[in-house]
């Protein structure tokens, strides 16, 4: 869509003669002195709170969030002929949520709806949900891979499952094959390939195609949601973008799919019992929608429950408040030897080399998350060093900022322990590993080999998380429920804000979830809703500087000009299509310039820094990828691939 200039408008008194907040509570007495559908004032004349705005905008439907929950539900209330404003607090580059990073892989049941039910029971054990919402994610895994294909225009035979995939993840298909139902659980991705972002680019395109029903607005946060103070019915939302705040009314519905809290330290701490976490996706799911769910009056659900990934219960490399973690190695069993995972006391607290299932191990016979203490260190001796080093699977960088010392106690003193209580663990620990029998965790006797000769290692590492689930409480439409159990009228929610994994989880359930329930959240929050009560004194006229087509970050597909010996290639990456041109001096490349990307700044954004020099050097993509960006390296070289190939 043409972006069209338009002055925005500042934020305005909501009703004429009364102080009332944005989310309608303050003055609901006195708007409520008049009955609804009473006349008032001299004319006789009432109006509904909506009235009583001055809306800088107006849309069908509101959607915060353009991860895939988002993406699926703003195309699905478009195609109800709904005029849809898609919301999103990250800037271009950085959209798509959690879905962007993801394995691009989504659960389903190969047609089995009873199966689904009977496993996701079984996953959520002694923490159910609702059976209106078994009942929709049931139906929804069931028929899953057809409307996939159906919705998207994608052909069935180039889905793949993820054992054809990446074998080594055939462990997650099903992550549970102990429960009921499990036998036809599978996690399949749209093409051949994964975590590259296939998934999500799909589903952004079909935003894209429907350019004419949606506006999208990035770096533009959702800050409080309107309430109606009486009926309790949110008749908008209050966005902040471009420094100004705008009034937003949604006549039909706001659906919140602006994803959890992993990026909000004081929540982690708070729901969670992290000290600290490294969150392995996106860096703006900071709780908002649970927030602003909560100012309405929503319950709340699953607020303890995450997801992380790999070894040791889901352990990243260290890193600072704001980074993004890179989760340790799976391949390697870096597990294996003279290894132990201790807190900061210097005891061991979970089974090294059992393998979690999304960061959840058997305790007790219940697959659940550890509890991590506030700091966590591996420690080894040089004959683990060596062999850790040996595996090329460890970041070398990151691995030479490990402590080390001669002695197990003056390691224990360099990092703060107790330098008996880690000379008892190392001691019990040989023990366990001479005898073959580890009494405190049972782990498996050829993982464990007795610390030998030092210098001996400390290297300190720290849970990492996907994403949490935990949020607004919704029923099988989609609808956000109050705490007395009712929906709140015209406020859904979908994918991640509010998941539905109360307990264990299998891969693929997110994505799953976001198709699922996206879907409904689109179409329930597009249709027709009945007139608003009426009730108060006078109403407020202002303008609608923003409706359908007038402002939109979603731009037109540019198209390039070439010179003389000058070439353009494609490649596809995380974020979406990467562009290049390609000079040509003879035979030789002579420039490779990056006309169009995506990708995520810090990550395949710097990649792309590098990458044209490396292959200018060279004359060839046959270079290394960047570490870290394999997906971004390896759209680079398609497209310069690409652009060559019209060389010839």
Not at 100 to 121: I, L
Not at 598 to 626: M, N
Request: hydrophobic share 40%; net charge negative; with cysteine.
């Amino acid at each position: 869509m043409k972006k069209v200039s338009a002055k925005p408008l500042g934020r305005r008194t909501f009703l004429k003669g009364l102080a009332v907040s944005a989310i309608g509570v303050a003055g609901a007495g006195t708007l409520a002195a008049c009955a609804p559908g009473e006349a008032s004032g001299s004319s006789g004349e009432a109006f509904d709170f909506a009235q009583t705005i001055a809306w800088d905008g107006q849309y069908d439907v509101v959607v915060v969030g353009f991860g895939s929950a988002g993406a699926v539900t703003a195309k699905a209330a478009a195609e109800e002929g709904a005029s849809v404003l898609l919301l999103d607090k990250a800037p271009l580059g950085h959209e798509g949520g959690n879905s962007r990073y993801c394995g691009q892989t989504f659960m389903h049941s190969n047609g089995d709806e009873e199966a689904a039910r009977s496993y996701f029971v079984d996953m959520c054990g002694v923490l159910p949900v609702a059976d209106d919402v078994v009942d929709t994610f049931a139906k929804g895994l069931a028929t899953l891979e057809d409307a996939y294909a159906e919705d998207y225009g994608l052909d069935k035979s180039d889905f793949r499952t993820v054992t054809e995939l990446n074998p080594a993840f055939a462990f997650m298909c099903p992550e549970y094959p102990e429960l009921s139902g499990a036998d036809k659980i599978s996690m399949t991705a749209l093409h051949d390939g994964n975590s590259d972002g296939y998934m999500w680019q799909v589903q952004r395109a079909g935003v894209a195609s429907l350019k004419s029903q949606i506006d999208v607005w990035f770096e533009s946060p959702a800050q409080r949601l309107v309430q109606d103070p009486v009926s309790k019915t949110v008749v908008g939302v209050e966005v902040q973008r471009g420094g100004e705040t705008r009034m937003i009314r949604a006549v039909n519905g706001v659906v919140l799919t602006c994803g959890g809290f992993e990026n909000n330290p004081e929540m982690i701490k708070d729901y969670l019992g992290l000290s600290s976490c490294a969150p392995l996706g996106t860096l703006y799911n900071t709780g908002d929608g649970v927030l602003m769910a909560q100012e309405v009056g929503a319950d709340l659900w699953h607020m303890n429950s995450y997801e992380s990934m790999m070894l040791f219960g889901g352990m990243s490399y260290l890193v600072d408040e704001g980074e993004r973690g890179t989760n340790l190695p799976l391949p390697a069993k870096i597990y294996h030897g003279s290894l132990v995972l201790v807190g900061t006391a210097g005891e061991r607290y979970l089974r090294e080399d059992e393998l979690p299932r999304h960061g959840k191990m058997k305790i007790n016979g219940v697959w659940k998350a550890p509890k991590h203490p506030s700091h966590c260190y591996l420690v080894f001796d040089q004959a683990q060093a060596d062999a850790l080093n040996a595996s090329g699977r460890m970041n070398a960088e990151r691995f030479s900022e490990a402590r080390s010392a001669a002695t197990i106690e003056e390691l224990a003193l360099s990092v703060g322990m107790d330098p008996d209580t880690l000379a008892q663990t190392i001691k019990d620990f040989n023990r366990a590993a001479e005898e073959g029998y580890d009494p405190a965790f049972k782990r498996a006797p050829e993982s464990m080999r007795a610390f030998g000769e030092g210098p001996y290692y400390a290297f300190e590492v720290m849970p990492d998380i996907l994403n949490t689930q935990g949020g607004p409480r919704r029923n099988g439409r989609a609808e956000v429920l109050d705490r007395g159990g009712d929906p709140i009228p015209h406020l859904y929610a979908a994918g991640e804000c509010g998941g539905i994994a109360s307990n264990m989880y299998q891969g693929g359930g997110n994505m799953a979830e976001c198709m699922i329930f996206g879907k409904i959240a689109g179409k329930n929050a597009a249709s027709a809703k009945d007139p608003l009560p009426a009730y108060a004194v006078s109403a407020v006229e202002a303008p609608l500087a923003y409706t359908l087509g007038v402002e939109s970050d979603l731009t037109e597909e540019t198209t390039y000009e070439t010179a003389e010996n000058e070439y353009l290639g494609k490649g596809q990456g995380i974020g979406g299509e990467i562009v290049v041109k390609v000079t040509m001096d003879g035979s030789s490349m002579a420039a490779i310039d990056v006309l169009e990307q995506s990708e995520t700044p810090d990550i395949g954004g710097k990649a792309l820094e590098t990458l044209p020099q490396a292959v200018l050097d060279a004359q060839s993509v046959d270079v290394d990828a960047v570490s870290g960006a394999t997906t971004t390296s390896n759209a680079f070289f398609t497209a310069v691939s690409e652009a060559l190939s019209q060389t010839q």
